[in-house]
């Protein structure tokens, strides 16, 4: 079992910066690949960024590439989502996500609140 907790969201205008960071605690060592998805109101929930644990492999959708960045600190447990040149179409839920190796359900965290605006 893996518990994430995200924090650093925030209000933003077009055109700025946030950083948010997950801490995962728990059966970590069983973790191969962290991401970070976002969910607007009436859409989807959607990948924004992922990276393996172990190699740092990472994968962008073409919405966000080129403007975020997805790091790990494997030593702090804790993955990073790197915002610039933010959107208000950015504004979203994000949440944190850890799949293990067990291949067990995917573990959540409970949200972190975007939203970008003048």
């Known amino acids: 079992q893996v518990q994430l907790v995200e924090s650093g969201g925030g209000l933003v205008q077009p055109g700025g910066s946030l950083r948010l960071s997950c801490v995962a605690s728990g059966s970590i060592f069983e973790i191969y690949v962290m991401g970070w998805y976002r969910q607007a109101p009436g859409k989807q929930r959607e990948l924004v960024a992922s990276?393996?644990?172990?190699?740092?492999?990472?994968v962008y959708p073409d919405s966000v590439k080129g403007r975020f960045v997805i790091s790990r600190d494997n030593a702090k447990n804790t993955v990073y989502l790197q915002m610039s040149s933010l959107k208000p179409e950015d504004t979203a839920v994000y949440y944190c996500n850890a799949v293990t190796a067990s291949g067990g359900a995917p573990s959540w965290g409970q949200g972190t609140q975007v939203t970008v605006s003048q």
């Open positions: 990276i393996t644990i172990n190699g740092g492999f990472t």
